[in-house]
């Protein structure tokens, strides 16, 4: 069997349980890792082809650019774990210069999952494929795999600037737990740049990233019983200078209660509910905080433009809890 699918999606009530102690904290806040059911990882597919949306394509050009020096840190016939299954077009490229033995996508989103892998069993038939479908903020829980085949990470899109950096560092040192020593990770950060290029980013004139953000209350009302009315809220993305990170919120347009699985939550006008943080790095900065999480840096690669960056980081010191 070339093809398997893992499923240690957390249960339903983890989001109701998240919703409700999310709206009972003041700011209001909502986890991004709930935008990607069908429709949001749809919709966040459509984002990264936006022109605004420059980190995809760009990621893309360097994987293009560089495969063959990628491919000498990473190393061929390895088992290769995606963290967050994101585009398409990026995994297309690196299994094409790595030629891994096993690859292994792991996604918050079953549907988004089963979509994508067996696109990619059709297209590459002699590639063994182990699906996992897992939330790996809450740590990494993966199949067996061989134990001499060596593992390598593939961490694209700058998902790890949508964690707080304690956090990232957490997850980056559970993810260097399950690559052993001397594994290797590829990952994508988006690098601080001009805040206009970064606002633009995150405001399509297509309104694409609004509908994405409201798109997370209408999968709320669907899946935790309640009544949010998506045209009295209104998206809200800005860069905010001094934490590094874009934000994104809703903000309530009027005094208005909402219904979640029979309570009930005010708003008053003017109110947000902060639904994502987009931290963005220099190069100095990530270095500092792959190295707090056991990793050396190895190779760094940018973009003509220094929109982007991909680095290759190699597990140095396991030091530290993994969960
Ligand atoms: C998945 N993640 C890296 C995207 C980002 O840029 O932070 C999610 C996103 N949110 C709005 N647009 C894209």
Redesign the pocket.
């Known amino acids: 069997m070339r093809y398997r699918f893992h499923n240690y999606h957390p249960p339903a009530e983890d989001l109701l349980g998240e919703v409700l102690s999310g709206l009972a904290c003041q700011p209001k806040r909502l986890s991004p890792k709930f935008f990607y059911d069908r429709r949001g990882s749809q919709l966040?597919e459509a984002?990264t082809r936006l022109p605004e949306?420059y980190?995809t394509r760009t990621e893309i050009g360097i994987l293009r650019e560089q495969g063959g020096r990628i491919a000498e840190h990473l190393g061929h016939e390895t088992v290769l774990i995606e963290l967050g299954s994101?585009s398409p077009d990026k995994i297309r490229v690196l299994l094409d210069s790595l030629r891994p033995a096993v690859y292994m996508p792991v996604d918050i989103s079953g549907e988004h999952l089963r979509d994508s892998s067996s696109h990619i069993a059709r297209d590459y038939p002699d590639l063994q494929i182990e699906a996992v479908c897992a939330d790996y903020s809450n740590g990494l829980q993966l199949p067996e795999m061989p134990a001499d085949t060596a593992r390598a990470a593939f961490f694209p899109?700058?998902?790890i600037?949508?964690f707080e950096p304690a956090v990232a560092i957490d997850l980056l040192r559970n993810v260097g737990h399950e690559l052993g020593p001397g594994g290797a990770m590829l990952i994508g950060v988006d690098l601080k740049k001009d805040f206009h290029k970064l606002d633009a980013a995150?405001n399509d004139n297509q309104q694409i990233?609004e509908a994405?953000n409201l798109n997370l209350l209408t999968r709320i009302n669907r899946e935790a019983d309640a009544n949010f009315d998506i045209n009295h809220f209104d998206h809200l993305a800005f860069y905010n200078e001094d934490e590094g990170r874009?934000e994104?919120h809703l903000v309530s347009t009027c005094d208005q209660e909402v219904r979640v699985d029979g309570r009930r939550f005010h708003f008053t006008s003017g109110e947000t509910i902060h639904t994502?943080n987009?931290y963005k790095y220099n190069v100095n900065e990530f270095h500092d905080l792959a190295s707090e999480a056991g990793y050396k840096a190895e190779n760094v690669w940018i973009d003509n433009d220094e929109l982007f960056s991909v680095h290759c980081l190699r597990v140095d010191s396991l030091a530290g809890n993994a969960d």
């Open positions: 966040f984002i949306y980190p994101g899109g700058s998902s600037g949508n995150y990233t994405f874009i994104m994502e987009s």
